[in-house]
């Protein structure tokens, strides 16, 4: 990522995620599945923090040809399950139901779908401590 400055383009590392604050420690014991879940966030807030006004974030899936996610949701199941809700490639409703285990994700920075409005970003619709839906899974 790049910043004008006068005539010239600096360029700019990206923040690194792992030297943000991590969550405050909680009073119970978490899950496998918690502390993915927060830390996702963690990736995905940063990660959508340097993106420009065209872009909004996706997700692809590592050993797989699956394609490309837009985010509109994330979850976890406790005590091992992750889930990403979003749009495909195709514009169709798709859904991954991941083990913490085999959380193998890439962030991608694609372009707008509705280049006229302003870019979703889907790290500030999830709130540190949040915990879903009335059935209590985390779903975002």
Aim: neutral net charge; glycine residues 10%; without cysteine.
């Amino acid at each position: 990522m790049a910043k004008p400055t006068g005539n010239k383009t600096k360029a700019v590392a990206p923040v690194v995620t792992e030297n943000l604050p991590t969550p405050a420690p909680a009073a119970k014991p978490k899950t496998e599945a918690e502390w993915a879940y927060e830390r996702v966030i963690l990736y995905l807030r940063n990660f959508e923090a340097q993106l420009d006004n065209a872009h909004e974030v996706a997700l692809g899936f590592t050993g797989s040809d699956a394609g490309i996610l837009q985010i509109e949701g994330l979850g976890f199941y406790d005590p091992d399950i992750l889930t990403f809700y979003g749009i495909d490639e195709d514009g169709q409703k798709t859904q991954l139901i991941q083990h913490v285990s085999q959380l193998n994700v890439i962030l991608r920075a694609v372009p707008k779908r509705r280049p006229a409005e302003p870019p979703r970003r889907i790290g500030f619709r999830l709130p540190s401590g949040w915990r879903g839906g009335e059935s209590g899974d985390g779903s975002a």
